[in-house]
């Protein structure tokens, strides 16, 4: 499937995406009831380089950000988020992004929190995350009860 940077017509076809993940409210820490319009701020605010995934028919069925995780003279650390329409894989964004980070000269990439029960944590330690540590009973998982979020790192 097609990846590309997105275009700022872009947006109404990656908010479904977004909505449907964030709604079922298991593995991001946004308010479920995030309006249209704050998170499109928190996708493609200042300072983001946002990505699609099209299938044939053109839809997006993936969407992704990379920017800095900090400022200054740690700037050198990307962060990254991931929306994937249920169903789909990311691994094929993911290592695009991965790409992208190393070729924007970022020397690391940070995971500020990862829900620990989150299908994705497999993703990322097959791609080289690790955890560094857990904040236990962080998340509030709409069947698994409290959980931890990880907070997950890989060298460039």
Do not use: C
């Not at 990846?3 to 990656?14: H, K, L, S, V, Y």
């Not at 950000?65 to 929306?83: E, K, Q």
């Not at 329409?85 to 290592?95: C, F, K, V």
């Not at 998340?139 to 959980?147: E, K, L, M, N, T």
């Amino acid at each position: 499937m097609p990846i590309r940077e997105a275009t700022p017509g872009d947006w109404p076809r990656i908010w479904p995406v977004w909505h449907r993940v964030v709604a079922a409210g298991d593995t991001y820490t946004w308010d479920p009831d995030t309006s249209e319009e704050e998170a499109r701020s928190l996708w493609t605010g200042s300072g983001k380089r946002v990505y699609v995934t099209e299938d044939d028919d053109g839809a997006v069925v993936a969407s992704a950000y990379l920017a800095p995780n900090y400022g200054g003279p740690a700037a050198g650390i990307a962060n990254a988020g991931f929306m994937v329409d249920p169903g789909r894989t990311g691994r094929a964004l993911a290592e695009h992004v991965l790409a992208e980070a190393a070729e924007q000269g970022y020397r690391a990439m940070v995971f500020n929190a990862v829900v620990e029960t989150n299908p994705a944590v497999r993703l990322w330690t097959s791609l080289g995350f690790r955890v560094l540590g857990t904040v236990p009973d962080a998340f509030d998982h709409p069947r698994h009860g409290r959980v931890g979020l990880h907070i997950m790192h890989r060298a460039m």
